[in-house]
T-cell receptor, first 114, second 116 residues
Framework: QQQVKQSPQSLIVQKGGIPIINCAYE??????FPWYQQFPGKGPALLIA?????SEKKEGRFTISFNKSAKQFSLHIMDSQPGDSATYFC?????????????FGKGTLLTVNP | GAVVSQHPSWVICKSGTSVKIECRSL??????MFWYRQFPKQSLMLMATSNEGSKATYEQGVEKDKFLINHASLTLSTLTVTSAHPEDSSFYIC????????????FGSGTRLTVV
């Protein structure tokens, strides 16, 4: 069964801290790994995504680390701010076809205290 | 970037009535759209994959006759919740994949359905 396991379920950090969210996948055919941020009452918004040919990708304060051999990837948020408080979902998919569906993790509720 | 517009953002309907939710790709052609349902504090649950000009593919356990999906054009897919009941109250989200974009999937802003 295709699964993406995400941890932790919730996370509380102080402003300026570096929360880390981890995901593990099973299907080696997956080659697209995005992270989404969702605020209450809104749809998910893409934060950053990575493909397995690189081990790390940075966009602003957000960094994905990818370990292909371990089938794991993680999101790091540098200098976290209260405005980063949201639910974060990792996901995985195959690329190359428009009908390949995303498999989501269960989400991590991040709270950044001022 | 790719934009997916979803309407309405919220709707309240009476039990037994039907509700239609629209999902439009604004700046790209979406041959495939996805419909999700999300309960509070839970992940997105894929309901169905909508393909332009053909029947939707429903995930196991999703009632086809209750959740009617129509993908009549390359920019519009609709989800109709028929004979809605309070247990259908949820947050519904559509998504489309822009094949021309590295960033792949774009999500609509979601529709909060409340059945009273």
């Amino acid at each position: 069964q295709q699964q993406v396991k995400q941890s932790p379920q919730s996370l509380i950090v102080q402003k300026g801290g570096i929360p880390i969210i981890n995901c593990a996948y099973e299907n080696t055919a997956f080659d697209y790994f995005p992270w989404y941020q969702q605020f209450p009452g809104k749809g998910p918004a893409l934060l950053i995504a990575i493909r397995p040919d690189v081990s790390e990708k940075k966009e602003g304060r957000f960094t994905i680390s990818f370990n292909k051999s371990a089938k794991q990837f993680s999101l790091h948020i540098m200098d976290s701010q209260p405005g980063d408080s949201a639910t974060y979902f990792c996901a995985a998919s195959r690329s190359g076809g428009s009908n390949y569906k995303l498999t989501f993790g269960k989400g991590t509720l991040l709270t950044v205290n001022p | 970037g790719a934009v997916v517009s979803q309407h309405p953002s919220w709707v309240i309907c009476k039990s037994g009535t039907s509700v239609k939710i629209e999902c439009r790709s604004l700046d790209f052609q979406a041959t495939t759209m996805f419909w999700y349902r999300q309960f509070p504090k839970q992940s997105l649950m894929l309901m169905a994959t909508s393909n332009e000009g053909s029947k939707a593919t429903y995930e196991q356990g999703v009632e086809k006759d209750k959740f009617l999906i129509n993908h009549a054009s390359l920019t519009l897919s609709t989800l109709t919740v028929t004979s809605a009941h309070p247990e259908d109250s949820s947050f519904y989200i559509c998504s489309a994949r822009d094949p021309g974009s590295y960033y792949g999937y774009t999500f609509g802003s979601g529709t909060r359905l409340t059945v009273v």
